[in-house]
């Protein structure tokens, strides 16, 4: 690792400012689960590193105006286990104790999974299904975006050079709100997803489903909604039939997705799979079917 020089400061201010110096050649640490690895591959080789282990304020976790507010520094092992995620949003207290080893959850952080934009990374299909805005400062001052609108491809976002991620906002899952996380790889233990996904259903007093968000990873560059299957199950009754429907859906956007690639017959199967356990998981926590 050839780095000319290493920065931690305390504030965020103070980070901006180093930034701002030199923000096309400066990379922003965070926990540096995945930075490392590819510093010492040299597939990103930076002058500067810019470590925000130090700042307080990006590792802070509330409750505001009927969302969760969730620092970037906040790390996976912290938000599987915190009272908030775990009534609120307990999808993405799923998705966070997915992640890797208890050694990675422990030291890797969600600002910095969804920075990296890894097509397989467990926490990005949980943001998207719970519709989270990233906050972004930089030097053209601060901007909410959807993190719908972040993702650019494999390793790539629409975060400038001169900003930092510090924060993700959650809306509180509202009233007959259930959701899951599930994620299919070569092991139970350490593995990298071959798929995840992430799913939310809202239902009325008389059943119906109102509202769908279905986001899947590892299945192309990035993680996505699929807005078919969301489709196909808003305003309906739940039913196997209807889920046969969804299933059928699923493998079909899976398949477009990924074309001709070697995998592409094993994720479509596996697609399916997965929707139908999110269904089973669903209609279980709920007693709805």
Not at 54 to 82: H, P, Y
Not at 124 to 151: S, T
Not at 263 to 289: D, N
Request: proline share 5%.
């Amino acid at each position: 690792m050839r780095v000319l020089d290493y920065f931690q400061p305390t504030t965020l201010d103070e980070a901006l400012r180093c930034l701002a110096d030199s923000p096309n050649t400066t990379k922003v640490l965070a926990g540096g689960t995945d930075l490392i690895i590819q510093l010492r591959e040299r597939t990103v080789e930076p002058e500067y590193i810019l470590d925000l282990g130090g700042i307080k304020e990006l590792r802070e976790l509330r409750q505001v105006d009927g969302n969760l507010v969730i620092g970037s520094m906040t790390t996976f092992a912290a938000i599987e286990k915190d009272p908030l995620v775990l009534e609120y949003v307990p999808l993405l207290s799923q998705a966070a104790g997915s992640v890797g080893s208890p050694q990675i959850r422990n030291t890797g952080t969600i600002g910095g999974n969804l920075a990296n934009a890894a097509p397989a990374a467990d926490g990005i299909p949980a943001l998207l299904a719970l519709e989270a805005k990233a906050l972004l400062i930089g030097g053209r001052g601060e901007r909410e975006v959807a993190v719908a609108d972040l993702l650019a491809g494999i390793n790539r976002t629409h975060i400038a050079d001169d900003e930092i991620l510090c924060r993700l906002v959650i809306p509180v899952l509202p009233p007959r709100t259930c959701g899951t996380f599930v994620k299919l790889g070569r092991r139970k233990a350490l593995a990298i997803a071959r798929l995840n996904l992430a799913l939310t259903m809202s239902f009325n007093d008389d059943g119906v489903i109102v509202k769908t968000a279905l986001a899947v990873g590892a299945v192309g560059t990035s993680a996505y909604r699929v807005g078919q299957v969301e489709e196909v199950l808003t305003g309906k009754h739940p039913s196997p039939e209807l889920f046969a429907v969804a299933r059928q859906l699923i493998d079909q956007t899976v398949a477009a997705r990924l074309g001709s690639r070697p995998t592409a017959t094993y994720k479509r199967a596996i697609a399916g799979a997965a929707l139908g356990r999110a269904f089973a998981t669903i209609g279980a926590g709920s007693g709805r079917w």
